[in-house]
């Protein structure tokens, strides 16, 4: 064995001798540290925690998240107006509606008080509580809205949780290729749309991307694309972000959309001239009379009450009217309109008024006549696609059936 071999063992002995002493040491140091910290007379945290501490287990209730759970301030379609009016309080004084001999010993022997300033006070009280009862339902109102515009069946809804509040300005507008909607639950525990003009900030954000509309079903690639951007967005904000399955979302977007393709209908009656154009003039009276309007479209609007649109009035082959017309095309678009079985029969009353009115010929698309049987015909098939919608839980007319047939 040669010197160097001989130095290089020993160096070797030497250094493990080293590592061993150092590792027993150690564990000496933290064996003395653990008897220490446990010779101490520490209190039992299972059973010496304050008992307000402590949920109960006789409710039976379970303490889960409910961010959607129905809030128990009174319905909006409840008459607040009496218990608030002051007007409509009366306070009865005993010693006036009892006489003193029926009265109680206590009441009896005690005189009457001096007057206080309390009855004021309250009647104060009484004229700030409808204000207040109104800004409540105000509030009420806005965040009910806000909730309405996500609807899961329809919409794939990103969560995001703040560890910071986000304020409204600097949340970016997410494109996509289908509607997209955000909603932020903002300092007074509310709901709200986020609106680029907002001054509000939010510990939590939801992004709806809807699943389908007249264009077809959300596509996988139209759907990473929209998660790439959320995800980008919350990772500026060190925010935490939840997406539901995609899979099982992508399939509901495909039955989503065939369900929407089987009562996509639009209904089109038209009435053509037969021997002279028809003059536009009288055609203006006539809708007038029968309660159409003139829209910045150029079309002529029949409204509800509510102002939303169940049937208009076109020129044939979608032409800017002129002073005449060869023909006209009354569009009823079957989905979007609510009550359609009645408004149906009011159109199909006007349509045949005008026809005879303007000694025209009212046919379908393909030029074939428009009897009575033909049009009890379509309003039997009118009443099985609003069957199939309520069945499926999409009201024609309603907010998700305008989201859908858009």
């Known amino acids: 064995m040669t010197d160097l071999q001989l130095g290089l063992l020993i160096a070797s002995g030497a250094i493990v001798g080293a590592v061993y002493g150092f590792n027993w040491w150690q564990e000496y140091r933290y064996k003395k540290q653990a008897n220490k910290a446990f010779s101490r007379n520490q209190p ?18 379970r303490l889960e998240p409910a961010v959607d759970a129905p809030r128990s301030e009174p319905l909006r379609n409840e008459r607040l107006e009496p218990a ?22 206590v009441i009896a022997r005690t005189p009457a008080p001096a007057p206080q300033r309390e009855p004021v006070q309250r009647v104060e009280q009484q004229r700030a509580e409808p204000a207040r009862a109104q800004a409540a339902l105000e509030s009420e109102d806005v965040e009910v809205l806000a909730t309405s515009q996500l ?14 509040l986000i304020p409204a300005a600097e949340i970016p507008t997410l494109p996509g290729p289908k509607r997209v909607e955000i909603i932020g639950l903002n300092i007074d525990d509310q709901w709200e749309i986020v609106a680029p003009n907002s001054t509000s900030s939010f510990a939590e954000l939801r992004i709806g991307l809807q699943l389908a509309d007249r264009q077809g079903a959300l596509t996988p690639e139209q759907l990473n694309a929209f998660c790439m951007g ?7 904000f060190d925010a935490v972000v939840t997406f539901p399955q995609r899979s099982s979302k992508l399939q509901s977007a495909q039955e989503l959309d065939e369900f929407c393709a089987g009562v996509d209908v639009l209904i089109g009656l038209n009435l053509l001239a037969v021997t002279q154009p028809f003059p536009m003039e009288k055609v203006r009276a006539l ?28 020129n044939l082959n979608q032409k800017p009217f002129g002073p005449t017309s060869e023909g006209l095309t009354l ?18 009353e006007f349509a045949q008024n005008l026809a005879a009115s303007l000694a025209g010929d009212l046919v379908d698309d393909n030029g074939k006549p428009l009897t009575s049987a033909s049009l009890a015909n379509i309003r039997k098939q009118l009443g099985g696609i609003y069957a199939q919608m309520d069945d499926r839980g999409i009201a024609p007319g309603s907010m998700a ?3 859908l047939f858009a």
């Open 84 to 105: 608030l009016s002051g007007a409509s309080r009366v306070d009865f004084d005993l010693t006036e509606a009892l006489p003193e001999d029926d009265l109680p010993p």
């Open 401 to 403: 059936a305008l989201r």
């Open 151 to 164: 609807d899961p069946k329809l919409d794939f809804v990103a969560e995001i949780h703040a560890g910071e």
């Open 44 to 61: 039992d945290v299972l059973l010496e925690t304050p008992k307000n501490m402590v949920r109960s287990s006789t409710t039976g209730a």
């Open 230 to 236: 959320v995800q980008q967005f919350a990772d500026d």
């Open 331 to 348: 569009l009823f678009d079957v989905p979007r309109v609510a009550g359609g079985i009645a408004v149906f029969d009011y159109l199909t």
């Open 287 to 314: 809708v007038d009379q029968a309660g159409l309007v003139r829209g910045p479209d150029g079309l002529f609007h029949y409204k509800s009450d509510s102002g939303k649109t169940l049937f208009t009035l076109a």
